[in-house]
């Protein structure tokens, strides 16, 4: 053949993929929201679903062509109302911040102000302000304001929040949303003390369980639904351990405003493949759910621990470090979550940096914030447990505190890791968790 540029690329891509498997078969995946789906759902995704239209509810196709992707669809929103206990399931939003966007396009307007935690304090971009770049102010126009937080306890102040209110409703900017949940989320939210004191106020509670869906799906965390939240957003593939995408849930009164929300406002292809993985994961979670949930906390408590026995600031200490699967770090004592992020990573131990309260007033920014933040959900679904925690927190010591040269613990990282290559929690794991599948 001849040499072709485009044939060149074309190789070129299959080699990086290639090369970063590999890479994922010799790490420690720290990332808190990320996760190893099943090779199951790895086939679903792969499925000819990919392919096609479904436009609209299950049922009332805008197309032809529908007849099994109904049939999943319809299962899929079964085995999602069983999972959380919920009268009502979009499966439609493709993520996480769809999902959020289709309970802020169903429940508020344009110009309303919504109550939620600040990114320091643990919130996500997609609760953010306009002049972040939030999506929920500058795509959809709300007004932000910020929970008070208290950072000894690391969640949201109950009574400072309830003045709040009250002082914003004498402004003149009461909420009309209410956002719990987030994305450095050690502590369960308060939504058991506040759901009806804000309803009081007709504010709208929403839980964004995007990083928590699975531990709540397990009976682990909190249950937000039982708690008097409104409605339940997700992502599925966080410590739930689905294909990328989201998840509404809500009760039979918010059905309709959310699927118009979904369909047509949102979306056009809902992404059928990863719909049928989702049913897939759901299935996988009610079967597997609570012994996963249950050793994702030990794990997370055994390495906050060691890595506080390691001499780290491991934050929440007075409660215990965490009750879910993350832990967060101040790192200031040894040099800056950007440049931890990046040393450990020459090690094959992936984290991310993370602002921590009080960064912001203390001039530190995204790039070298005071933190790091960890997540135990793969290596749990890898099978690791109290041991392996301990011999990781060892690794991190060794780089961070010690400043041994990354490359000599690397060894070590890639001997951990020979033994933990299947996928755990699921009805079938032939393939390799990282198992490169080539169809060519
Ligand atoms: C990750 C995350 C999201 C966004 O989810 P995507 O599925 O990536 O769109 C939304 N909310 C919170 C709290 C998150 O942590």
């Not at 309803?199 to 929403?206: A, D, E, P, Q, T």
């Not at 639904?225 to 599925?236: F, I, K, P, V």
């Not at 009610?286 to 780290?312: M, R």
């Amino acid at each position: 053949m001849a040499k072709s540029a485009n044939r060149d690329s074309y190789n070129k891509i299959f080699s990086k993929l290639k090369e970063h498997h590999k890479w994922f078969e010799n790490s420690i995946p720290l990332i808190a929201s990320e996760n190893i789906p099943s090779p199951a759902v790895r086939e679903a995704i792969m499925s000819d679903f990919g392919n096609r239209y479904a436009e609209g509810w299950p049922g009332e196709r805008v197309y032809a062509g529908c007849i099994f992707i109904d049939d999943v669809e319809f299962e899929c929103m079964k085995l999602a109302k069983k999972l959380y206990k919920a009268k009502f399931a979009d499966v439609r939003p493709i993520s996480g911040v769809v999902a959020n966007l289709a309970v802020y396009s169903a429940f508020t307007n344009p110009g309303d102000v919504m109550i939620a935690p600040s990114i320091p304090a643990g919130g996500h971009i997609s609760h953010g302000k306009k002049e972040h770049s939030g999506t929920a102010g500058l795509v959809h126009g709300l007004e932000i304001e910020f929970y008070p937080f208290d950072a000894e306890e690391m969640t949201i102040d109950v009574d400072k929040t309830k003045q709040k209110i009250k002082d914003l409703e004498k402004d003149n900017r009461l909420p009309k949303m209410a956002m719990f949940g987030g994305s450095l989320f050690l502590f369960p939210h308060p939504v058991k003390e506040l759901a009806e004191f804000l309803k009081g106020y007709g504010i709208h509670v929403n839980y964004d369980a995007a990083h928590v869906a699975g531990l709540i799906a397990g009976g682990k965390f909190q249950d937000p639904l039982r708690e008097g939240a409104d409605t339940m957003t997700m992502s599925t593939h966080k410590t739930l351990f689905g294909p990328q995408g989201g998840l509404v849930l809500g009760g039979e009164d918010h059905e309709e405003s959310i699927k118009k929300a979904t369909f047509p406002g949102l979306t056009s292809s809902h992404h059928i493949h990863h719909m049928a993985a989702k049913a897939v994961a759901f299935a996988e979670a009610l079967e597997f759910g609570k012994e996963y949930a249950n050793q994702v906390i030990k794990n997370a408590k055994s390495f906050a621990e060691a890595l506080s026995d390691n001499g780290f600031k491991v934050l929440g200490e007075s409660r215990g470090f965490t009750q879910s699967h993350q832990i967060a770090v101040n790192v200031l004592d040894y040099s800056d979550g950007g440049e931890v992020e990046a040393d450990l990573e020459k090690a094959n131990i992936i984290v991310n940096r993370q602002l921590i309260p009080g960064d912001i007033k203390a001039g530190r920014n995204y790039f070298h914030p005071g933190g790091i933040r960890l997540g135990v959900s793969e290596i749990t679904r890898l099978g690791m447990k109290r041991d392996e925690m301990k011999e990781i927190a060892d690794f991190i010591k060794q780089v961070v505190v010690d400043k041994k040269d990354p490359k000599k613990v690397l060894a070590r990282v890639k001997s951990l890791r020979k033994n933990y290559q299947k996928v755990k929690f699921c009805f079938d794991n032939k393939l390799g968790a990282y198992e490169y599948v080539k169809l060519r």
